[in-house]
């Protein structure tokens, strides 16, 4: 997705932008970079951002669940993203970005499933496979927990902001491939880098929620080997579901 922000936000005054769950940084920094008229501020639980700050980016050490230190009314645009297993009410979370935004303002969110699907015609993943198992621990994880992964299969997003109070919500469901099968040269390039990713932990990935479902250290070191081997298999074409989903505070709100 082209690291624009919403589609309507065009200004030559100063704008404040937060990116809720900011992670290393990257798409704050970016942002800061795209936009220097902007004010970026990142938080997040963990203290990972780059050192290599743009000037014009802020990053601080916030829990999302928790109640916000931004003040109300203070921002254009709320960026949050890769947040699904660690939110418990999304409708709570939605509000606080509500209550900090500027009427006419917009809030974005992107998540992503866990569940690995295949393309083609045979698109049904065998309940015997690795992959399968993976889908399934992430699902029973976030049951157990009440922290949802289903959070594109659920549609959360777009129920949670329209309870929040928001309006114009819209959305774009993307199927992210996963290795370099697809044809298309960016698609190609997307699916390089998710499995990049995901193969550069896959057990740490599987023990993030492991514990919760009492797997064993042995176990979580067995599915991590399957899932590599299968991700490698030239036959699969795997890819997995992001959905983007955007709303606006409306202009006569407080």
């Known amino acids: ?10 200004s030559k005054v100063k704008l404040y932008i937060y990116d809720i769950g900011t992670g290393t940084g990257d798409w704050a920094s970016d942002f800061a970079e795209q936009h220097p008229e902007a004010k970026v501020i990142g938080t997040d639980v963990s203290p990972i951002q780059t050192e290599l700050m743009v000037a014009n980016t802020e990053f ?8 916000w230190s931004f003040s109300p009314v203070s921002v254009e645009y709320i960026h949050m993203s890769w ?3 660690s939110i418990d009410d999304w409708c ?6 509500f209550a900090c935004l500027k009427p006419g303002g917009y809030l ?5 499933s866990p569940l690995i699907r295949l393309k083609g015609c045979d698109s049904e993943v065998s309940s015997a496979s690795a992959i399968h198992q993976w889908g399934n621990l992430f699902v029973e994880a976030g049951r157990r927990s009440q922290r949802s992964f289903t959070v594109v299969e659920d549609g959360l997003q777009a129920k949670a902001m329209k309870e929040a109070g928001f309006v114009d919500i819209q959305d774009e469901t993307l199927e992210n491939p996963i290795g370099t099968w697809p044809q298309e040269s960016e698609k190609r390039l997307i699916g390089q880098y998710s499995k990049l990713a995901m193969e550069e932990d896959l057990q740490g990935t599987i023990n993030y929620v ?13 599915l991590s080997s399957q899932v ?8 699969n074409k795997p890819y997995f579901l992001q ?6 505070k409306p202009s006569d709100s407080v």
């Open 1 to 10: 997705m082209p690291n624009t922000g919403p589609r309507m936000m065009k």
């Open 60 to 67: 601080l050490f916030e829990d999302c669940l928790e109640f």
């Open 83 to 85: 947040l699904f297993g």
């Open 243 to 248: 959905r983007i989903v955007w709303g606006r």
């Open 108 to 112: 974005e969110s992107h998540e992503a």
């Open 210 to 222: 492991a514990h919760s479902v009492g797997w064993s250290w042995e176990e979580t070191l067995v």
């Open 92 to 97: 709570a979370l939605y509000k606080q970005a």
């Open 228 to 235: 590599r081997n299968e991700l490698q298999c030239p036959e």
